[in-house]
């Protein structure tokens, strides 16, 4: 699987919320791809990974532990930010067990988000050595 350059993947079935993504991504240079469903995520693997995967918890069809579960079984390996409108016990250390870098809780805060990429990005340095 070929890894996508500089990319970070948004996932979520709100458009306003992958809209509100993106441009606050976008005003800080980073490049996205927006995806409203598990499934629409995972078609696109075929070109390539993105550096950093942003991923709603509760979906439609495939929920994003769900997907999650289904990425590691596959082996696929990104580092995953799990966020949610919807913090129910548990789910915390569910999403962590599955590989998530970070659980946040919706509305995003500016701050937590752009930390969490940080940690994505050494994560992701320390897994490629």
Not at 23 to 46: I, M, P, V
């Amino acid at each position: 699987m070929a890894k996508a350059s500089n990319c970070i993947a948004l996932v979520d079935d709100d458009p306003s919320v992958l809209k509100a993504l993106a441009r606050l991504l976008g005003a800080r240079a980073l490049r996205t791809k927006t995806y409203r469903s598990a499934r629409l995520f995972l078609e696109s693997l075929a070109d390539g990974l993105p550096d950093c995967l942003i991923l709603d918890l509760q979906m439609p069809e495939m929920t994003g532990l769900e997907l999650q579960h289904d990425l590691v079984c596959k082996g696929v390996r990104i580092p995953t930010i799990i966020i949610t409108a919807h913090n129910e016990t548990g789910m915390l250390e569910q999403c962590k067990a599955a590989g998530a870098i970070a659980f946040l809780p919706k509305p995003v805060q500016d701050t937590s988000l752009f930390a969490a990429i940080e940690a994505a990005r050494r994560f992701k340095g320390e897994r490629s050595c």
